[in-house]
């Protein structure tokens, strides 16, 4: 008999602010024809990821699909809004038989950390950003805005750590060349930086040659538009 198996499972918790991933892979050795997900949370959500067709059915619950998999792993991204905790559950099925249809579905119940109230809503951090733009003198200029306010302004001659008050929660930093006519990268890293969340960056615009959970390297030119991207500062 064919050993078709398919596989849900809810992982990747993300403290505090209700992210989590679940994850769907297909064993094989067939695609799983007209596979649809079933989402059903406690608290409002929100869903993305590699579904393309995801819909919700209601405040607290989406349907995904149907959409062929293949041999391996996908993930849907779900955002929860809830303050104290919440659970949801997750089920997948398809036309394709499935030997073993009792890993379909799984379970996840979460307690959000709380923020501490005497957190101040304006909080001190830092992060380096290093313009590697030839010819390395100091000639190429960059600035920088965090929420719409300008930082120092920083150049070429050496990596150059801005020191900010950014807020609890979402933050936007924008930057852009204002000097220099050749071409290179830029970096901004917040290894390290007080208060940062990891893995919170998310580009809103700019050309990207690499991005990890505290750094982004973007590719740079005169012509090039405003740099954007986003981060989260907690406890």
């Not at 209601?58 to 062929?68: L, R």
């Not at 109230?117 to 000639?139: H, M, N």
């Not at 990596?159 to 807020?167: A, D, K, M």
Request: charge should be neutral.
């Amino acid at each position: 008999m064919m050993d078709q198996r398919q596989q849900v499972t809810v992982v990747d918790i993300k403290m505090p602010f209700g992210n989590l991933t679940v994850n769907v892979s297909n064993a094989g050795p067939l695609t799983a024809v007209g596979a649809v997900l079933n989402i059903n949370c406690s608290q409002p959500m929100s869903v993305s990821g590699i579904f393309l067709n995801c819909n919700p059915t209601g405040p607290n619950s989406a349907t995904c699909g149907p959409q062929n998999i293949g041999i391996g792993n996908g993930s849907v991204s779900l955002m929860v809004s809830a303050s104290t905790s919440f659970n949801c559950q997750a089920s997948i099925s398809s036309s394709t038989l499935d030997n073993s249809p009792g890993n379909n579905s799984d379970g996840h119940s979460v307690a959000i950390a709380q923020l501490s109230p005497d957190l101040p809503l304006a909080i001190d951090t830092s992060f380096v950003s290093r313009l590697d733009v030839p010819p390395g003198d100091g000639s190429v200029r960059g600035q920088v805005l965090l929420n719409g306010t300008a930082l120092h302004e920083t150049n070429n001659a050496a990596p150059f750590r801005h020191h900010l008050r950014g807020q609890k929660g979402a933050n936007t930093v924008e930057a852009r060349l204002v000097s220099g006519t050749g071409e290179g990268q830029w970096v901004f890293n917040f290894a390290g930086a007080p208060y940062f969340v990891d893995g919170s960056l998310a580009v809103e615009s700019g050309q990207v040659i690499a991005q990890g959970s505290d750094r982004i390297v973007f590719r740079v030119s005169p012509s090039s538009p405003p740099l954007r991207f986003r981060f989260r500062l907690s406890e």
